[in-house]
């Protein structure tokens, strides 16, 4: 349960580090953004395919991985349709703390529940280096959201204090949806297939989605290409380490 915690907390945090930047520049180019968001993408690919699935499979067997695995990428398409995401060339200047701020806030806020329970569901499996994959997986995803969180909170003048504290709290709600996670398969002990099954088809949902196409829609697909191999041969050396 500590690991769990310490895991999902730190995973969470990244959301934080994600919007340090932000204290120093008022801007990041477009090119970084594609690199630091297909290095994420790469990275959420690795731990679906190599982490979470094979452990889901050994864990549930070949039924409960699909069901599971299907039930995450409905639940996140229902989510995608549902919240509102951030654009934001189209809303600068929008006043702080006005009804489409709040309502952007609590989009991630929402967004990061199944996230905190991907994290418990892995530190509950029986793979020991699992729960350490998964958390820094979903941490190098929090980092750009965190990042793009803070430009809009900026745009939106928003004061840095305000600024951190905000995506500090959308970014805690995975701890809280970790332990929910964590607990809930340590006590149904058949869940834990169908929850990494579910995280993984959450992950590959929003690679495919949102991640792949944000990389390859401002001229500088080359670049965000080789940013996704390079995460994705990172999270293979963290699975052989910590696996």
Known sequence: MTAALLGSFISAMATVLGAVPLLFVRS?????????????AGIMVSTSTFGLLPQALKESGLIPLTIGFI??????DLLEKSIPHIDIEQKRGISAFDSKS??????????????????????????????????????????????????????????????????????LMEVVSAVVGYFAASYIEWLIGYGL?????????IVY?????????????????????????????????FG
């Open 28 to 40: 990041l180019s477009e090119k970084w953004k594609d690199i630091l968001i297909a290095f994420t």
């Open 71 to 76: 039930i995450g990428v409905v639940v996140l």
């Open 102 to 171: 709040l309502l952007v806030i609590f989009a991630l806020f929402i967004h990061n529940i199944p996230e905190g329970l991907s994290t418990g569901f892995s530190y509950a499996s029986a793979s020991e280096g699992l729960g350490t994959m998964v958390a820094v997986a979903i941490g190098a995803q929090n980092i750009p959201e965190g990042l793009v969180l803070a430009i809009f909170l900026t745009q939106s003048n928003v004061s840095k204090i305000k600024l951190i504290l905000i995506v500090a709290v959308t970014g």
């Open 197 to 205: 099954a579910f995280a993984s088809g959450a992950m590959l949902f």
């Open 209 to 241: 989605k949102e991640l792949i196409p944000e990389t390859h829609s401002h001229g500088y697909e080359r670049p965000a290409t080789y940013s996704f191999i390079f995460g994705l041969l990172i999270m293979i050396y963290i699975s052989y380490f």
